[in-house]
């Protein structure tokens, strides 16, 4: 099967799904290395908004900030994320 990439690259009518593709993928991966710790919310211009269910579980995950971004970009096989943004979720 051909990655998906591929095809978009290929086909330019395709391209204007690249983007939205991306956040999607980025955001995929961001919640499977979350663990379920944090929801991710939308990715772009290397900004990843993650939602947390308290400024407590916020104030916990800032110091991992680094380590997260590391991760995630170690699974993407790129440097795409390069900031996180934690926001509180009023659910």
């Not at 086909?11 to 991306?22: H, N």
Request: glycine share 4%; charged share 30%.
């Amino acid at each position: 099967m051909e990655n998906i990439k591929k095809i978009i690259n290929r086909q330019s009518k395709l391209r204007r799904y690249q983007k939205p593709l991306e956040a999607a993928e980025v955001c995929q991966i961001a919640a499977e290395v979350g663990e379920g710790r944090f929801d991710a919310i939308s990715f772009k211009n290397g900004l990843l908004a993650l939602a947390c269910a308290s400024t407590m579980q916020a104030a916990i995950l800032q110091p991992e900030t680094e380590e997260i971004i590391k991760n995630i970009n170690a699974r993407l096989g790129e440097n795409k994320v390069k900031k996180i943004r934690f926001k509180i979720s009023n659910n």
